[in-house]
């Protein structure tokens, strides 16, 4: 079992930046893939990005590509999401998931809020 904890959320201004963590802990060895997933109010739960456990792949929505950045520290077995030029549209809840094989966890997630 893999127990994730997301944090870094809160409330920015349009073009500003924020980075989440999400902390893993529990079976590691066993982690395939993470990725960064969002909820918009009142809408359904989107992919965001994902990273290899080698962090040799990485992909991206359309909607987040070149703003921003999924990467790792396997040190501190922590994912990250680096967001750049954010928009109102970005606002959501951002969840954490690990996959192992056919089984998958998810964070609590963390409010991103976009708003001048």
């Known amino acids: 079992q893999v127990q994730l904890v997301e944090s870094g959320g809160g409330l920015v201004q349009p073009g500003g930046s924020l980075r989440l963590s999400c902390a893993a802990s529990g079976s590691i060895f066993s982690i395939t893939r993470m990725g960064w997933y969002r909820q918009p109010p009142g809408k359904q739960r989107e992919f965001v990005a994902t990273l290899t456990s080698s962090g040799a792949y990485r992909t991206y929505a359309d909607s987040v590509k070149d703003r921003f950045t999924i990467s790792r520290d396997n040190a501190k077995n922590t994912l990250f999401l680096q967001m750049n030029s954010l928009k109102p549209e970005d606002t959501a809840v951002y969840y954490c998931?690990?996959?192992?094989?056919?089984?998958?966890?998810w964070g609590q997630g963390t409010q991103v809020t976009v708003s001048s």
């Open positions: 998931k690990a996959k192992m094989g056919p089984l998958e966890s």
